[in-house]
Each structure stands twice: as C-alpha cells, then as structure tokens.
C-alpha cells in the first residue's frame, strides 16, 4: 500500500546519498533504492531508511518518487525499465526528476507517466557536493503548479532556494543555461589563467583584480585555486559539465538560437575529456589549454 | 621650476575628470590639461585646478604626470607630440600611465622615457565612472618598486585597492586580462539570456539561480538587467572594451598563447560594434546575437 507520507528515493550516488538523507533529517520516511544495493543499505544503517529490492517496490511503498541518476537513460530504466518505479506507482502519484537531462527527454517522461495519471516535476538542483550535505541546494522546479505545492515540503528539506520556474522542461532548461554559463566563465578563467603564466604575471594579483572588478564570477571563487594548482579532485566531474553543455547546444539548436561561447567551450571540455580527464573536476578544462 | 608634489594630469574624460578631482580632494596640487580646454575650466573652477594650455606647461610645474587619454597614440601625442610633456619633464620626473594600452606600447613608451632618466608606470584602473568618483578604483602598476612608492599617495587618493603587481607592462596585462575575462562572461550572458528569452523562461528564475550558484558573475550584477532591458547608456563603451580585448589577444599571440574563448568573444564585439553600438555599453553585446 502506498503512503502519501512516504517517499521513494532512486540513486543514492554523491548527489543523491546526501539528499535523501536530508530528507530523513526533515523526518520524512525514504524508501531508498541505489543499483548497487550494499550502498543503500549502509546509508539505511546509518540514516534510519528503508532499502527496497527495486525501484517498483520502493514505488510501491510510496506517493512520490524522487529520481537522482546520471542522465535521461539512467531515468527511463529506473521509471520504465524491468521493475520499473512506474509499475508501483498508481494515478495520483508523483515523478520528480532531480537529475540534470536534457528538457526533451524530460517531456517524453512527462508525457508518459501522465497517460497513468501520474504527475512530473523536472527539478534539478545546482550546488555541489557540500551543498547537498547542507541542504543548501538550489532547486529550480518545472510542472504543474499543484505539483509543485506537493513537492514543496520535500524540495525545501533538500535546498535553500526553491523555486516553481514555469511548466514543465523549464527546470532542466534554467539548469542546462546555468551550468553552461559556468562551464564557459570557468574556461575563460582557465585561458586567463595560462596566459598570465606564460606571461610570468603575479597571479596573486591577477585574481586579486579580478575578484574586485569586472573579472569577478563565482567560477573565479570556486576554481581559481584548483586550477592554478592543478588539483582536479572532482567535486563537479568535467565529463558531466560536458554532458550539459551538449543538452544545452541541442536545445538551443531545437529553439534556433546560436551560444557561440559555449560552442567553443565545449571543443575544451571535448578535448580535455579526450585527453583523459573527464573524470576529474571541470577544473581540469585548464589541462585543454596547456601547451 | 617643478614642484615634486603637484602632480599634472592630462585628460579630463569620464574617468580622468572624476579622478582628478579626487586628487584636489586628497589635498594634491593638480595641473591639469585637456584636448578640450572648456572642460578643464570647467572642472578647475569646481575643483580649483589649475589649467595649462599644453602638456608641457602642465608637465613643467609638476614632479609626475599622470596620463589617462584613450589608447597608446594618445599617449603618445601628449607625451611626445608637439609641446608633449617630455618637454616639461625633467630627469628625476615620473610618467604615470592610468589609460589602458597594450603592454608592448607602455614599455616602448617606458623605454623611450628612461633615456631621459624619467620613471614610467603603467597603472591602468579597473571600475567605471562611479567607482571612480567614489574613488574606489581598482589600481594594478606595473614598474620599478621606487617609482610606485612615490606614486602609492596619488594612487591612493584615487583608487581602494592599489597593487604593485610587477615589472613595467604587467600592469597592462593584468588590466587586460581582466578586461577580457569580463567581456567573455558579458557575452556568455548575453547568449543565455537571448536563448532563455527565445524558450520564453523566466528570467527572474534564471537570473536567481545564476546568482545563488555556479553561473554568478559581476557581469550578471552589473549588465544582466540593461541587457534584458537593451538599454545601453554606456559606463564602459563596446568601443572600448573591443579595444581591450583586441590588445590582449594582441599580446597573447606574442606569448605563444591561445585565447578561444577571447577570440569567439572578439567576434561577437566586432559585429555588435559594425551594428553601431560601439558608442553603446559594451552589454550591447547582447544585440551581436539577436535574429
């Protein structure tokens, strides 16, 4: 029997493990399913959840399901794959989908589940690791209104600034533009960056104009240090900063707007990825540009 | 005869009138000229200035000369043109250059004036026409440590953070950089917000969670509402900032360095300028992208 109260929580990775532990936090009762289960059932042991055997079993137990996977393909196969989360929901229940996908698949999700009577929310989050830890996420929700009002309550024990941005797709799109900004501030930060050290510049200096002026960007505050020691620990991996770039090239190609900036920033990232670093930070974009 | 604490001031513009002043207000006996003599009789009568007819004669009754023109031939005109202010200088004098000009330009003009036992620094400012008159610039020289002690005072009745940041020319550089680094996020700004508005999102939502998280920048603080609005009443010219770019990418293809970003940016610079909004704001940008 499904509980309104209860809600199913599908990946449990960097991201997903500390939301839903929030959730647990906010006293809401998660039913957790992660791919590899010895994962769910440490974080169960230690955050009071209950660990499902599949995503339709932990559905099954709840009125909404939360969705924190890798891309669209990672969401279909948990909503509409063998065991999917789409066969333990009933009409009335509710898919939010806090993975970053591109807004066309979220449609095609969206369309789907509400054949069954079952709504969707797109509601990605920006803010790293830390900030899903301190639930001080931003959450950006595409849907209906109704369902945003249900969400609410959830959304706001995962994040700081929680905001209903328009009908559904807008979530994933505010999401693709925010990230894309980032992933071109930050490699114009990482040409700056080269330049003054071919250059034999006080980067001290540099960084130090730059944060007060016209150069200042959040990039210049998160990645500046990283990049000038080339320490790529990844708390954002390049491969999934260029993962939402391309979302956000296809779809400004769907809507015929041009981004000459983050086209040229992805052949960075591309280049970086294939030079082996997409697994680390995005910070490693400076490594692209290095001679 | 000159006297080592008045200090003449060639080129009353936008920045140089407002700066200047700060100067009379911090108790420095300013000599000032300019192109256009109504103006400095304008502003002497408000700051008590006196005005010389020529850069010599300004340069003649001063120990320094600070420059703030347009770009390096202007410096050079009022420097070594007719009655420039070499001829008022004599050994012992300092030439300090707050225009921004290419790095290559200030040390021939360092080098040039050396021969005559005259000081240069190159100390170009960051911040537009209100931080100047608040005098809260930003200030990078680049020079001989002496040289910049003697101009820390001045520097200090002008700008908030004032940085010796190296040998002469890497003011320049550091200027530029900055500069760059701020025309690619104006422009990545500007793309967002021109494929946001064509997907017809909210901008106030985008706007938010660009400032809450990854995609902030002090370009979204400062154009991001003229963008949306067009309304381009210029603090910093396209003009001007195209200008920068052009004399960073200059300097880096005489380092062996590549700028993609910065060279995709100039692009989009150009074509907003050859649309006439040179004389624009430079987050005029934003109309080098509309269909």
Redesign the interface.
């Known amino acids: 029997m499904s509980d309104p109260a209860r809600v199913a929580f599908l990946g449990l990775g960097i991201m997903g493990s500390r939301m839903a532990a929030n959730l647990t936090r906010a006293g809401v009762d998660v039913v957790a399913w992660n791919r590899t289960r010895a994962r769910a059932e440490e974080l169960a042991d230690e955050h009071g959840m209950i660990v499902a055997a599949t995503p339709a079993e932990a559905a099954e137990a709840a009125g909404a399901v939360i969705t924190m996977v890798v891309d669209s393909p990672q969401v279909e196969e948990v909503l509409f794959g063998p065991s999917g989360a789409a066969d333990g929901l009933s009409a009335g229940g509710l898919v939010i989908d806090m993975t970053t996908i591109a807004p066309t698949a979220s449609r095609r999700l969206a369309e789907r589940l509400a054949r069954d009577g079952i709504g969707f929310l797109d509601a990605p989050v920006?803010?790293s690791a830390p900030r899903a830890e301190d639930a001080t996420l931003?959450i950006?929700a595409g849907g209906a209104a109704e369902h945003f009002e249900r969400a609410k309550p959830l959304l706001e024990a995962m994040g700081?600034?929680v905001?209903h941005?328009?009908p559904q797709g807008?979530g994933s799109?505010?999401?693709l533009?925010?990230?894309?900004?980032?992933a071109?501030?930050a490699?114009?930060?990482a040409?700056?960056l080269?330049?003054?050290e071919?250059?034999e510049?006080?980067l001290d200096?540099?960084t130090?104009?730059?944060s007060?002026?016209?150069?200042?960007?959040?990039?210049l505050d998160?990645k500046g240090g990283p990049m000038r020691e080339r320490s790529f620990e990844p708390l954002f991996k390049l491969d999934h900063m260029l993962k939402d770039v391309r979302h956000?090239l296809a779809?400004?190609r769907a809507?015929?707007?041009?981004?000459?900036?983050?086209t040229?920033?992805e052949?960075?990232y591309a280049k970086a990825a294939a030079g082996g670093r997409g697994e680390e930070d995005f910070a490693a974009v400076i490594e692209a540009?290095d001679?």
Chains 1, 2 share one sequence.
Do not use: F, Q, W, Y
């Not at 007060?212 to 990039?219: E, F, K, P």
């Not at 809507?255 to 983050?262: D, F, Q, R, S, V």
């Open positions: 920006t803010g931003t950006m700081r600034l905001l941005v328009g807008h799109m505010i999401k533009l925010n990230n894309t900004v980032a071109v501030n490699a114009a930060l040409e700056a080269t330049m003054a071919t250059a510049l006080d200096a540099l130090a104009v730059m007060a002026g016209s150069g200042g960007s959040t990039m998160l956000c779809e400004a809507l015929g707007a041009t981004l000459p900036l983050a040229r920033a052949e960075l540009l001679k």
